[in-house]
């Protein structure tokens, strides 16, 4: 998957913990850190759950960084 991906230009994003165990039926956080480096930019972030078979969910938020 890595090979047709890029680092989003304009801006710098941080997830941390980058690893972490879920329990059954549980739940856990992380914290997603993004420092816009550039104006007018929009950009769509997306955070996939993959498992041996393939992905599994996803979800979406839209980044949008000044621009009038």
């Known amino acids: 998957m890595g090979r047709s ?12 913990p980058e690893a972490f165990e879920i329990p059954v039926n549980g739940s856990a956080e992380f914290k ?23 992905w599994k969910s996803w979800e979406g938020v839209r980044i949008i960084v000044g621009g009038k």
């Open 32 to 54: 997603v850190q993004i420092t816009a480096e550039k104006d007018s930019l929009f950009c769509p972030l997306f955070i996939i759950a993959f498992a041996d078979e393939g």
């Open 5 to 16: 991906l890029y680092e989003p230009e304009g801006l710098k994003i941080q997830i941390t």
